[in-house]
């Protein structure tokens, strides 16, 4: 049986090499070896950009004929609007019900974010709220994997301990607690209060080291039995019956896409090249890049660990090309213009039938929406089986009547 994966998008512009690269290209590997849920993440964009939506509706247009140019297939994954399965609204708000603050307060982005954004007044339910609305795009699916690069890895935790603790407050065995009680009498006092401490500090703080100096513990504990450890473990971990599955990160290749001054290409450096970008702009963004600063004159011998263009040619030149340009560059046996010359040529070739898939569903507006609804009814039968089960662990009534 493949594995689940879900990842998503947010509608904040047109696509650019650095997304292709860095995101897309997993994608299009993950597709053929996993059953993949991509979403437009719309309402995300509201959390940042609540005051002026306006662009929103494009741009999550724009984001499915992207994805489609570059080759991403409605056949093989499934492809929808964020907005169109309100199951990730209503699973977000379940989960709201048991998700401690300090929690949200905790996340790395919460901070960094209200820091780059603070233009913006992000004092919102939505932007603290954010987190609670990620682990339900996530845990909607079955998640066993969700693909994010080595920095992202923490985003992720929360998710992972929204999961554990839903499971552990709705999925405990009946006679756990008493079992957990009779375990603590056998440990004696003063190591069941630095015990219960421990258990604070993870579940109020989602103190990591607070599981390994629990597991430490209890391994001193010579009055415990070993499946009275592993009891006591699980109680502080909040693990109980998996009614929701517990997301894994799934490590991707970090491709870091240089931008046109060799910094990273983002939108907010202004330094990108558009997956639709019209050929001349491209030809004279690359002819234009900066160089290295030492090569002042066409015999000045240059440096490429120092030029933007020897950047890129790693990710666009074989080690044939690679090594024509270094000789060339350090001996001044090529010049700037005669060294970009081919890149130009691997960019240009890579674009035009991205650009050409893009024109062809550009104009055809209505079967691109009549994808998106076919992907958002294959997303609400997925999502809505999870919801029963949740729904029924809370307590909730179910029947026929509930909408779905």
């Known amino acids: 049986m493949s594995p689940v ?28 070896s996993a059953e993949c849920y991509f979403f437009v993440a719309d309402w995300h964009a509201l959390t940042t950009h609540y005051e002026t939506p306006g662009g929103i509706a494009e741009a999550s247009w724009d984001l499915l004929t992207e ?54 007044d992000l004092a919102t339910y939505g932007f603290l709220g954010y987190p609670l609305l ?20 923490a985003h992720l935790e929360i998710s992972r301990e929204l999961a554990r603790r839903f499971n552990f407050l709705y999925g405990r065995e009946a006679d756990a607690p008493a079992r957990v009680a009779d375990a603590e009498k056998r440990m004696g006092k003063a190591w069941t209060r630095a015990y219960r401490d421990l258990v604070q500090r993870y579940r109020t703080a989602g103190d990591v080291q607070a599981v390994e100096e629990a597991q430490a513990l209890l391994a001193e504990a010579c009055s415990l039995s070993a499946d009275d450890r592993a009891l ?20 991707t290749e970090a491709a870091r896409m240089p931008g046109l ?9 202004g330094n990108t090249i558009a997956l639709r970008e019209d050929p001349d702009s491209v030809r004279q963004k690359l002819r234009t890049m900066p160089t290295d600063p030492a090569r002042v004159r066409r015999q000045d011998p240059g440096d490429p660990d120092k030029c933007p263009v020897f950047a890129l040619h790693q990710v666009y030149s074989d080690a044939q090309r690679r090594e024509w340009v270094v000789a060339g560059c350090r001996s001044a046996g090529i010049g700037c213009l005669e060294c970009k010359s ?6 240009l070739e890579e674009l035009a039938p991205i650009r050409e898939r893009a024109e062809f569903w550009a104009a055809r507006p209505a079967e691109l929406r009549d994808l998106a609804k076919q992907g ?29």
Do not use: C
């Open 134 to 153: 990620m682990t339900a795009d996530i845990l909607l699916y079955g998640a066993e994997e969700v693909p994010v690069g080595a920095d992202q890895v």
């Open 342 to 347: 081919p890149l130009i040529d691997s960019v």
């Open 5 to 32: 994966v879900v990842s998503g998008m947010r509608p904040t512009g047109r696509l650019h090499l650095g997304h292709y690269h860095g995101v897309l290209k997993n994608w299009l590997r993950l597709q053929n």
């Open 232 to 251: 006591l473990l699980r109680e502080l971990q909040g693990r109980g019956r998996e009614i929701l599955v517990e997301p894994r990160a799934l490590l």
């Open 67 to 120: 994805w489609l140019a570059v080759g991403i297939d409605p056949e093989r994954a499934t492809l929808f609007l964020q907005s169109w399965v309100p199951q990730h609204a209503e699973l977000a708000l379940l989960l709201g019900m048991l998700t401690p603050l300090s929690w949200l307060e905790r996340v790395p982005t919460f901070k960094d974010q209200q820091e780059k954004l603070r233009e913006r």
């Open 261 to 269: 001054d060799g910094q990273k290409m983002s939108k907010s450096y």
């Open 376 to 404: 958002a009814v294959r997303a609400r039968q997925r999502a809505e089986g999870t919801l029963d089960r949740v729904r029924a662990a809370m307590g909730l009534v179910l029947g026929d009547e509930h909408p779905r």
